[in-house]
């Protein structure tokens, strides 16, 4: 019997992209662009603790691999994770990285700060994230549509009561997931919410300080201004 070439074509390319991510390094400057914004060659150097060329080679491994796109802005380059698709495949390799953490591993400061709150590729992930998805669909302001959700009237009008125009926001539905999709969390292990309406809603909350990143990570803290206003979509703000 003929066996089939190791090297097949049609075999996904796991082992080199797998490769790209084993290493440390570059796994922790793609666990900080994990934020979703752009980070400078410097500032992933300090995240990975390597020097800045160092940091130049890893970047440029990254970038060969197509996990980074790079924006120039006058002498300095800006990174950031390629599109949403390398965002959830991290996030589902820490799925399985931490499937059979004890408990005992969240209890330091800033591992508890990310299972809290934290930005997830421009939306919000952690216990607040998993609690807004909850909530959005127990007002009713999400309607299942395909693979995603659509916004209701009464989505719009809870918008309206954050200061959010939803008649203004640009909310077609993109592709089959419309505006918002089910993320599996990794220290949840249940879904958050993904896709355009979620990073609106994000934006939103960080540009009124009612959530703000803690310096150098991805988590976010609820302001003294977000429990007053996110108080009546996130219950949980009331217990603390």
């Known amino acids: 019997m003929q066996q089939r070439s190791a090297g097949a074509p049609h075999e996904p390319k796991l082992a080199s992209v797998a490769a790209v991510i084993a290493d440390a390094t570059r796994a ?42 790079c924006e120039q802005r006058g002498r300095h380059r800006y990174y950031k994770l ?46 607040l994230g998993v609690e807004l998805f909850s909530q959005l669909l127990a007002k009713d302001w999400l309607v299942a549509a395909q693979e ?40 949840e292990r249940r879904d958050h919410i993904a896709g355009k309406l979620p990073r609106k809603m994000l934006e939103h909350f960080l540009h009124r300080g009612w959530l703000r990143r803690y310096d150098g990570e991805r988590a976010l803290q609820v302001t003294p201004l977000g429990h007053k206003h996110l108080a009546g979509l996130l219950p949980s703000l009331g217990h603390l």
Not at 44 to 65: F, G, I
Not at 96 to 115: K, M, N
Request: charged residues 20%.
């Open 28 to 69: 922790r400057m793609l666990c900080y662009l994990l934020a979703g914004e752009y980070a400078s060659a410097g500032e992933l150097a300090r995240a990975a603790s390597v020097t800045a060329p160092t940091a130049s080679a890893h970047l440029a491994k990254l970038m060969d691999a197509e996990l980074l796109v």
């Open 82 to 127: 390629a599109d949403d698709e390398v965002a959830h495949a991290l996030e589902a390799v820490a799925l399985i990285a931490e499937r059979r953490t004890h408990l005992a591993a969240w209890a330091s400061p800033t591992r508890a700060r990310l299972q809290w709150a934290r930005c997830c590729y421009g939306h919000l992930a952690g216990r």
């Open 148 to 187: 995603g959700y659509l916004l209701t009237d009464q989505g719009r009008a809870g918008l309206h009561v954050l200061g959010m125009d939803g008649d203004a926001l640009d909310m077609r539905p993109v592709g089959q997931r419309g505006i918002a999709y089910r993320c599996l969390d990794w220290s």
